[in-house]
């Protein structure tokens, strides 16, 4: 039987064909103006048309079989070039406004990024396999457009004044400036400087989190607890939870007019304070919402500790108190000191819980909010500010590889290990309820709190009349000549969010599990820069992408703020890291033999990832489907930047919401997102099967049952 | 069917980086030859297979399989089948889905995949058990689905990497067996990597064995044992007593001296630089004297044969005497009998540990 053919060139005369019909036939620059590739050609802006002739070129080279590799990589690369620089700067060429990019110059960038891919191939490179030179190349010139490009011109509008020159002693006076690096907070009664508090705030954050995620680890796993499910329930709550709701319910529960508050002023005469408002209410709200993720991490730590270690221990005569210091501890620090800088690091990234908590204690996220959105408007200070921030963050990263990297402590190793856990001492174990059992009667009263807060009158007040009134507001639906009309103000937002984020989760999913594909099962020159470039957006908080893609996109050849799309975008590319993470770890659970085996027997790259590897791959897939939405309705940090009156979200609408004082309508929005986002996971996992997006679920590696 | 090529190597090297995982090798398989890689493990065998697949690209030479060099195709691309050492049998389809994945990937429509599919499965004696999922079956089901799999696009090359490992000792003889007869039996030409030296004896029409990145010496399986061109191969094919001294003529043939024993090789053919003989035990005798200059240290029972270690001047003889023989005592002083012929002679080659 005859293998299928090698590259006969019909993509590329098709990328050739897609190319010339987006220039001839669809609009050329974005929104409003219709005008046609050749219109705008005949109108005197004559580079356009190179980008397309070298599409036509690297078309009919293509027919010519692999030897004209080289040659095609210069000409459509050629294009690609011609047509970003006329985009950024076409006074090199005609002198003329630059035009901003639409339908027909993408669809031409697309086709010429295809080509590209593919003459890399035919020239040898990612040994010459198409598939995995289409998609690298497209991931990576998407990630450089989307992530590295904004990133680079916020850092640069630090060091420009307004007109866009350059001005080292502005940006002298802006980092010097004295609020920014105070230190008087710790010699007198005075307020620290703003990277103070964000590294105060942030450490506390992150010790905070870990100790009381330890506590919870260690009873649930050796605590002797017969049912953890507690644990575990409580453990999905942050994660689809809105960041700053948790900062609502603790105003309702301890601002001035609080429920407790309240309690307290009258039976024991405890005056009123605003002592929610700065760095403990802060602190409370980031430990509340970090805390369920620092007992996963730790959590999936001890399960890793083989418990024949403490036995052997045991065995070496060696009490629990002595082996839980001298063997468990130790082998759990790494995920210790993990834990820790997760918690530091959300704590930087966080922007919702400061902005609502925050009173007069600004940090980094916030202040570049209003160096932005405030009165003061001042985008060089906020591209200053947030190059402090990134700073600070990739620090954190930079530490964790340095400190964690040399200390692998797995224990796991495939074959059977039927110990039995020790239990832990008993100083331990009574100091961790102490700490656990407050710890969940206050998450269960601010959940209460979000649940009630919405069907009562002013539980802001302490007023708790239930009423619909502001269910009302926000989700009326009327019946009129017209049929449904959903006049609740709150609708808009509602659909504009899951219609962004169930367009963001498929996409995210789809680039973040190739991403992982390409990465783990290929091996070509550029895949650490590769690696590096895609988890990037990882590390840098949202609000510095907020910020970034304002400056970025304002202005031509991508001119995108304003509309859904760069919501769409936004999501993407903050949350394809996780799809990477998900899809690497799935992938290395799947035996590589797989995939050559489909390859000897005839099936092109793109067969086996259809046919086998995406099909395996299902588990992993889902998880980065359901985070990546549950994350887009939930983010605000980087979105509060990107919305408008047209496209708002939900995130966004509720913070309005809350500053202008609307608490109820606020918590009753928060707690109808969070029912909502409940329903599409447990939805989902019930469609799936809970098990199976386990990665115990189905096995996955081809060892032939008869040797295991 | 013989769509059965050949395939040859002309030179050709894979490195990873400055690593040669092979360097400059050259060979030939014949169309519907069975030949097998053999060798410790790292040597290279495993990447030369991969490289007839295409799962790796070679950084040097040329490769051909039948008249037509492909060198820089991928292995969709190449005509060649594989067993992989884990079957690698896609635990998501059916084994029926698993045999057919190659015609439909190659374009065949369903029927015709199907047809081809039931009709393999038959020939390796697996007709009936087409809906099961791989995982339901045992060791040895699995490793015939994996061939029926890989003979199913009656590819021009069928490549085995170490197909046995995976199995226990009974079965492995059985499978071994299937695996020459089905080759014979449709002419196929089959490449075939293993680190078990009967295994590879057992099966070949002609071995390959490689040693650090390179073919140390290839041939008949035969031609390996009785005739191995250097330390290595007549250490690692076979049990060998190597032994370094001197060659001199003599009427009678040639006497070889170490450590001021002689002992006569009868009538050989002495190559240039020389300067050590490889002795099988099987070939050896021992005549009791008390004079002798051996000792016995260790006595074995094998069952079809005593196995004596001892002790002499250069060092340990190791003897296999037949087993309806006396025994001999230990302790007990033996002079070394050689069976005329028996003696290789071989340049003294690196060491290896």
Same mark, same amino acid.
């Given at each position: 039987m005859r293998r299928r053919s090698a590259d006969r060139g019909t993509t590329d005369l098709l990328a050739a064909a897609v190319a010339t019909a987006a220039f001839l036939?669809?609009?050329?620059?974005?929104?409003d103006d219709l005008r046609t590739g050749l219109s705008w050609l005949l109108d005197?802006?004559?580079?356009?048309a190179l980008p397309v002739l070298a599409a036509l070129i690297t078309g009919a080279l293509g027919t010519?079989?692999?030897?004209t590799g080289r040659w095609r990589v210069l000409v459509a690369g050629f294009g690609l070039a011609v047509l970003l620089a006329y985009g950024f700067t076409p006074g090199l060429f005609d002198g003329r406004k630059p035009l901003p990019m639409g339908l027909g110059a993408a669809l031409t960038a697309a086709a010429l990024v295809l080509q590209l891919s593919r003459g890399f191939a035919a020239a040898?490179?990612?040994?010459?396999?198409r598939w995995v030179a289409t998609t690298t190349v497209s991931i990576f010139a998407l990630v450089l457009l989307f992530v590295f490009f904004p990133v680079a011109k916020v850092l640069a509008s630090a060091f420009l004044d307004k007109t866009g020159a350059l001005d080292l002693s502005l940006t002298w006076t802006r980092l010097t400036a004295p609020d920014i690096w105070s230190l008087a907070c710790f010699t007198a009664n005075a307020s620290c400087g703003v990277v103070a508090n964000t590294v105060i705030l942030g450490v506390l954050a992150g010790l905070f989190s870990t100790f009381l995620g330890l506590a919870f680890a260690l009873l649930a796993q050796?605590?002797?607890?017969?049912?953890?499910k507690v644990f575990d329930a409580l453990s999905i709550l942050p994660i689809i939870t809105p960041p700053f709701v948790i900062a609502l319910a603790l105003v309702v529960l301890f601002?001035?007019?609080g429920i407790v508050t309240t309690f307290l002023d009258t039976w024991f005469n405890i005056p009123r304070s605003?002592?929610?408002?700065?760095l403990p209410g802060v602190l409370i709200a980031q430990v509340l919402s970090q805390t369920p993720l620092s007992y996963l991490m730790l959590r999936g730590a001890l399960q890793g500790i083989a418990p024949s270690l403490e036995e052997a221990a045991q065995t070496l005569r060696a009490g629990r108190w002595h082996t839980f210091r001298t063997v468990t501890f130790p082998l759990l620090r790494p995920a210790v000191a993990a834990s820790f800088l997760l918690g530091f690091v959300e704590s930087l990234a966080d922007f919702g819980n400061p902005l609502v908590l925050g009173g007069s204690f600004e940090v980094l996220s916030t202040k570049i909010f209003f160096a932005v959105a405030?009165?003061?408007?001042d985008p060089g200070r906020a591209a200053l500010l947030a190059l402090l921030l990134l700073a600070l963050t990739l620090s954190a990263f930079w530490l964790q590889m340095i400190w964690l990297g040399k200390s692998?402590?797995?224990?796991? !190793? &495939?074959k059977g290990d039927n110990g039995v856990p020790l239990p832990l001492p008993r100083g331990v174990r009574i100091a961790s309820l102490g700490v656990v059992v407050p710890w969940i009667a206050m998450t269960v009263a601010i959940y209460g709190i979000i649940i009630i807060g919405g069907f009562v009158t002013d539980i802001g007040r302490g007023v708790m009349e239930p009423t619909w009134r502001h269910i009302l507001t926000g989700f009326a639906i009327e019946w009129n000549a017209h049929g449904?009309?959903?006049?609740?103000?709150a609708w808009d937002s509602f659909f504009v969010t899951v219609m962004v984020s169930a367009i963001a989760a498929p996409i995210t999913a789809l680039v973040g599990i190739l991403t992982a594909y390409v990465l783990t099962r290929h091996d070509f020159i550029g895949r650490r820069t590769f690696e590096f470039v895609t988890m990037l957006a990882f590390a840098i908080p949202g609000t510095v992408i907020g910020v970034a893609y304002i400056v970025a996109f304002n202005?031509?050849?991508?001119?995108? !703020? &304003?509309?859904?799309l760069i919501l769409i975008i936004c999501f993407v590319f903050r949350n394809m890291p996780v799809g990477v993470r998900a899809g690497i770890a799935a992938l290395s659970q799947i035996d590589k033999s797989l995939d050559e085996a489909s390859s000897t027997l005839g099936a092109s790259t793109g067969y086996t990832v259809r046919r086998i590897t995406l099909p395996l791959l299902k588990p992993a897939i889902i998880a980065t489907l359901v985070f990546s939405f549950v994350h887009a309705m939930t983010a605000v940090s980087a979105i509060v930047f990107l919305v408008t009156a047209r496209y708002n979200m939900a995130t966004a609408y509720i913070v309005n919401r809350v500053e202008a004082g609307e608490y109820p309508l606020a918590i009753a929005y928060s707690s109808l997102l969070i029912l909502f986002m409940l329903a599409v996971v447990v939805g989902i996992q019930l469609l799936v099967g809970?098990?199976?997006?386990?990665?115990?679920?189905?096995?996955?590696?081809?060892?032939p049952s008869g040797a295991r | 069917m013989s769509r059965a090529a050949s395939v040859r190597f002309e030179d050709v090297s894979k490195f990873y980086g400055s690593v040669g995982?092979?360097?400059?090798i050259s060979f030939t398989v014949e169309a519907g030859t069975l030949v097998t890689l053999l060798?410790?493990?790292?040597?290279g065998k495993t990447t030369t297979l991969r490289l007839v697949a295409g799962l790796e690209l070679a950084t040097g030479g040329r490769i051909l399989i039948g008249d037509e060099?492909?060198?820089?195709?991928g292995a969709a691309e190449r005509d060649v089948s594989m067993v992989f050492q884990?079957?690698?049998?896609?635990?998501?389809?059916s084994v029926l889905e698993n045999v057919m994945y190659g015609p439909l990937a190659s374009g065949a429509k369903r029927a015709d995949a199907e047809q081809m599919a039931r009709e393999k499965l038959a020939l390796v004696?697996?007709?009936?058990?087409?809906?099961?999922?791989?995982?339901?079956?045992?060791g040895g089901q699995q490793q015939r689905v994996a061939v029926a799999r890989a003979i199913v696009l009656e590819p021009r090359v069928l490549l085995f990497d170490?197909?046995?490992?995976?199995?226990d000792a009974k079965l492995r003889r059985k499978v071994r067996d299937d695996i020459r007869d089905l080759q014979q039996r449709l002419g196929l030409t089959v490449l075939y990597v293993t680190h078990d030296q009967e295994e590879a004896l057992a099966v070949s029409d002609k071995v390959i064995v490689m040693d650090n990145a390179v073919i140390a010496q290839e041939g008949t399986p035969e031609d390996l044992y009785?005739?191995?061109?250097s330390r290595f191969m007549a250490d690692f094919i076979g049990e060998a007593n190597l032994i370094e001294g001197a060659f001199s003529p003599t009427d009678g043939g040639t006497m070889f001296t170490a450590k001021g024993v002689s002992l006569p090789l009868g009538a050989m053919v002495i190559p240039a630089e020389a300067s050590m003989i490889a002795l099988r035990p099987d070939r050896l005798g021992l005549t009791p004297t008390p004079?002798?200059?051996?000792?016995?240290r260790r006595r074995a029972y094998l069952g079809h044969a005593w196995e004596y270690t001892l002790d002499a001047p250069w060092g340990e003889v190791l003897v296999l005497a037949p087993a309806r023989q006396p025994a001999l005592a230990t302790g007990a002083r033996v002079d070394l009998v050689i069976e005329a012929g028996a003696a290789i002679a071989l340049k003294a080659d690196k060491q290896r540990v």
């Amino acid at each position: 039987m005859r293998r299928r053919s090698a590259d006969r060139g019909t993509t590329d005369l098709l990328a050739a064909a897609v190319a010339t019909a987006a220039f001839l036939l669809l609009p050329w620059a974005f929104v409003d103006d219709l005008r046609t590739g050749l219109s705008w050609l005949l109108d005197g802006r004559w580079p356009l048309a190179l980008p397309v002739l070298a599409a036509l070129i690297t078309g009919a080279l293509g027919t010519r079989g692999a030897t004209t590799g080289r040659w095609r990589v210069l000409v459509a690369g050629f294009g690609l070039a011609v047509l970003l620089a006329y985009g950024f700067t076409p006074g090199l060429f005609d002198g003329r406004k630059p035009l901003p990019m639409g339908l027909g110059a993408a669809l031409t960038a697309a086709a010429l990024v295809l080509q590209l891919s593919r003459g890399f191939a035919a020239a040898g490179a990612f040994k010459a396999d198409r598939w995995v030179a289409t998609t690298t190349v497209s991931i990576f010139a998407l990630v450089l457009l989307f992530v590295f490009f904004p990133v680079a011109k916020v850092l640069a509008s630090a060091f420009l004044d307004k007109t866009g020159a350059l001005d080292l002693s502005l940006t002298w006076t802006r980092l010097t400036a004295p609020d920014i690096w105070s230190l008087a907070c710790f010699t007198a009664n005075a307020s620290c400087g703003v990277v103070a508090n964000t590294v105060i705030l942030g450490v506390l954050a992150g010790l905070f989190s870990t100790f009381l995620g330890l506590a919870f680890a260690l009873l649930a796993q050796r605590g002797g607890m017969k049912n953890t499910k507690v644990f575990d329930a409580l453990s999905i709550l942050p994660i689809i939870t809105p960041p700053f709701v948790i900062a609502l319910a603790l105003v309702v529960l301890f601002g001035r007019t609080g429920i407790v508050t309240t309690f307290l002023d009258t039976w024991f005469n405890i005056p009123r304070s605003r002592w929610i408002y700065g760095l403990p209410g802060v602190l409370i709200a980031q430990v509340l919402s970090q805390t369920p993720l620092s007992y996963l991490m730790l959590r999936g730590a001890l399960q890793g500790i083989a418990p024949s270690l403490e036995e052997a221990a045991q065995t070496l005569r060696a009490g629990r108190w002595h082996t839980f210091r001298t063997v468990t501890f130790p082998l759990l620090r790494p995920a210790v000191a993990a834990s820790f800088l997760l918690g530091f690091v959300e704590s930087l990234a966080d922007f919702g819980n400061p902005l609502v908590l925050g009173g007069s204690f600004e940090v980094l996220s916030t202040k570049i909010f209003f160096a932005v959105a405030g009165a003061q408007h001042d985008p060089g200070r906020a591209a200053l500010l947030a190059l402090l921030l990134l700073a600070l963050t990739l620090s954190a990263f930079w530490l964790q590889m340095i400190w964690l990297g040399k200390s692998s402590y797995v224990t796991v !190793t &495939g074959k059977g290990d039927n110990g039995v856990p020790l239990p832990l001492p008993r100083g331990v174990r009574i100091a961790s309820l102490g700490v656990v059992v407050p710890w969940i009667a206050m998450t269960v009263a601010i959940y209460g709190i979000i649940i009630i807060g919405g069907f009562v009158t002013d539980i802001g007040r302490g007023v708790m009349e239930p009423t619909w009134r502001h269910i009302l507001t926000g989700f009326a639906i009327e019946w009129n000549a017209h049929g449904l009309f959903f006049a609740g103000s709150a609708w808009d937002s509602f659909f504009v969010t899951v219609m962004v984020s169930a367009i963001a989760a498929p996409i995210t999913a789809l680039v973040g599990i190739l991403t992982a594909y390409v990465l783990t099962r290929h091996d070509f020159i550029g895949r650490r820069t590769f690696e590096f470039v895609t988890m990037l957006a990882f590390a840098i908080p949202g609000t510095v992408i907020g910020v970034a893609y304002i400056v970025a996109f304002n202005v031509p050849p991508i001119e995108i !703020t &304003g509309t859904g799309l760069i919501l769409i975008i936004c999501f993407v590319f903050r949350n394809m890291p996780v799809g990477v993470r998900a899809g690497i770890a799935a992938l290395s659970q799947i035996d590589k033999s797989l995939d050559e085996a489909s390859s000897t027997l005839g099936a092109s790259t793109g067969y086996t990832v259809r046919r086998i590897t995406l099909p395996l791959l299902k588990p992993a897939i889902i998880a980065t489907l359901v985070f990546s939405f549950v994350h887009a309705m939930t983010a605000v940090s980087a979105i509060v930047f990107l919305v408008t009156a047209r496209y708002n979200m939900a995130t966004a609408y509720i913070v309005n919401r809350v500053e202008a004082g609307e608490y109820p309508l606020a918590i009753a929005y928060s707690s109808l997102l969070i029912l909502f986002m409940l329903a599409v996971v447990v939805g989902i996992q019930l469609l799936v099967g809970e098990r199976k997006l386990g990665r115990r679920g189905v096995s996955l590696t081809s060892t032939p049952s008869g040797a295991r | 069917m013989s769509r059965a090529a050949s395939v040859r190597f002309e030179d050709v090297s894979k490195f990873y980086g400055s690593v040669g995982a092979v360097r400059g090798i050259s060979f030939t398989v014949e169309a519907g030859t069975l030949v097998t890689l053999l060798g410790p493990s790292g040597c290279g065998k495993t990447t030369t297979l991969r490289l007839v697949a295409g799962l790796e690209l070679a950084t040097g030479g040329r490769i051909l399989i039948g008249d037509e060099d492909v060198s820089r195709l991928g292995a969709a691309e190449r005509d060649v089948s594989m067993v992989f050492q884990s079957y690698a049998l896609f635990p998501h389809l059916s084994v029926l889905e698993n045999v057919m994945y190659g015609p439909l990937a190659s374009g065949a429509k369903r029927a015709d995949a199907e047809q081809m599919a039931r009709e393999k499965l038959a020939l390796v004696g697996l007709a009936g058990f087409e809906a099961r999922l791989p995982s339901e079956m045992s060791g040895g089901q699995q490793q015939r689905v994996a061939v029926a799999r890989a003979i199913v696009l009656e590819p021009r090359v069928l490549l085995f990497d170490e197909p046995l490992s995976n199995l226990d000792a009974k079965l492995r003889r059985k499978v071994r067996d299937d695996i020459r007869d089905l080759q014979q039996r449709l002419g196929l030409t089959v490449l075939y990597v293993t680190h078990d030296q009967e295994e590879a004896l057992a099966v070949s029409d002609k071995v390959i064995v490689m040693d650090n990145a390179v073919i140390a010496q290839e041939g008949t399986p035969e031609d390996l044992y009785e005739r191995p061109q250097s330390r290595f191969m007549a250490d690692f094919i076979g049990e060998a007593n190597l032994i370094e001294g001197a060659f001199s003529p003599t009427d009678g043939g040639t006497m070889f001296t170490a450590k001021g024993v002689s002992l006569p090789l009868g009538a050989m053919v002495i190559p240039a630089e020389a300067s050590m003989i490889a002795l099988r035990p099987d070939r050896l005798g021992l005549t009791p004297t008390p004079s002798g200059v051996l000792t016995i240290r260790r006595r074995a029972y094998l069952g079809h044969a005593w196995e004596y270690t001892l002790d002499a001047p250069w060092g340990e003889v190791l003897v296999l005497a037949p087993a309806r023989q006396p025994a001999l005592a230990t302790g007990a002083r033996v002079d070394l009998v050689i069976e005329a012929g028996a003696a290789i002679a071989l340049k003294a080659d690196k060491q290896r540990v």
